[in-house]
């Protein structure tokens, strides 16, 4: 049987450039709606892979950074047999350095930290993402624009030695790559992404919205391609949650518990194939999983946006 990657296509496939898609669960915007267990907040153990595959989950997140730095040795020696069970993204960008942590695109740390991804992993990655790589742009536009695509092009020969099966971009932040990215036109001659992961939901304002729609674009990332992450922000027991009504949001006739139906709302604010989401708990990956079942009013979505945006006309009198 052939691999795929989390973007829908075979490794063959994403490298091709070939329109094949898996069987499919709930599709949404022409592209499959995936949970992914998002493993930043875990503490990577065989019992959280196990609840996933019992939810029906077949996709994991975690970065080389995760858990000290230890999260793909911890996988491999606590679920090495799961894995084969999921499609694995995993990142880089983030390094050890002396009193901390530190974030770099330079390219043989990056070249390295895939390397040893594969290594401590003991499989290919499905995906390989550049983590945050926000973190590492100055704001000159010029210096940014040839950092950013040596790090693209350390990723794209990842994928053409095999040591992925294709690559992506994770961002916290989207807008100053949307800003670069605008003021480049797109990557120009550089290697497309086939993923790119951002912050999804309810908590995203506007303005970060808005550039992860344009990055996606100038990046030319397909449907499939566009994952969403962090869609509680990262804290479900606020209270704030349980003060709105995201079943506004829904088609009549569904019904959800408040949480599930913010997780639904992910997968639109912006749309995206798939949302990372962490949780320990079975029953709540049950009901995460469930919830991408739910049919979304898009006119509801459509006027939101337009409220975040300061766009709502007021009616005709
Ligand atoms: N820069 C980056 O690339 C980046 C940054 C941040 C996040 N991410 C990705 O996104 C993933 C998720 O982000 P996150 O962990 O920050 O935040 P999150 O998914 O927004 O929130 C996780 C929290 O939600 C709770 N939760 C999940 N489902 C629930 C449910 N049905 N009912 C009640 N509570 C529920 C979990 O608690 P329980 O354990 O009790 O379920 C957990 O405390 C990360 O693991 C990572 O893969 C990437």
New binding site residues.
């Given amino acids: 049987m052939r691999r795929r990657t989390p973007t829908g296509r075979s490794a063959t496939a994403a490298r091709t450039g070939t329109a094949e898609t898996t069987a499919p669960t709930a599709r949404v915007h022409g592209a499959e709606r995936h949970v992914?267990l998002?493993?930043?907040?875990s503490d990577h153990r065989r019992q959280q892979l196990e609840a996933a595959l019992t939810a029906g989950i077949r996709a994991l997140?975690?970065?080389s950074n995760y858990r000290d730095f230890a999260a793909h040795r911890i996988l491999a020696s606590e679920a090495a047999d799961l894995l084969s069970e999921f499609t694995v993204s995993t990142?880089v960008g983030f390094f050890r350095a002396a009193g901390g942590v530190e974030h770099s695109l330079d390219p043989g740390r990056l070249r390295r930290a895939v390397a040893e991804a594969v290594d401590e992993l003991g499989r290919v990655p499905d995906v390989v993402?550049l983590?945050?790589p926000e973190r590492s742009l100055s704001g000159d536009l010029a210096a940014d624009y040839d950092r950013f695509a040596a790090a693209c092009a350390v990723l794209a020969d990842a994928v053409a030695a095999g040591l992925c099966g294709s690559w992506g971009i994770?961002?916290?932040d989207s807008r100053p790559l949307a800003r670069l990215l605008t003021a480049g036109e797109g990557l120009g001659a550089s290697p497309r992404p086939d993923v790119l992961?951002v912050r999804s939901g309810l908590a995203v304002g506007a303005d970060g919205l808005d550039a992860a729609e344009q990055a996606a674009a100038l990046l030319g990332v397909p449907p499939a391609g566009r994952w969403g992450?962090?869609?509680?922000?990262?804290?479900?027991a606020n209270p704030a949650w349980q003060r709105i009504n995201p079943g506004a949001f829904l088609r009549p006739g569904q019904q959800a518990a408040t949480?599930?139906a913010v997780?639904r709302l992910a997968f639109e604010l912006p749309q995206v194939a798939r949302v990372?989401?962490?949780?320990?708990?079975s029953a709540?990956l049950r009901?995460?999983a469930t919830a991408t079942e739910l049919d979304v009013d898009a006119a509801q979505i459509a006027r939101y946006r337009q409220l975040l945006a300061g766009r709502l006309r007021p009616e005709a009198p």
């Fill in positions: 992914v998002g493993l930043y907040r997140d975690t970065a990142k993402l983590h945050s994770s961002c916290w992961m992450m962090s869609p509680f922000a990262g804290d479900a949480l599930p997780f990372a989401v962490g949780s320990t708990s709540h009901a995460l």
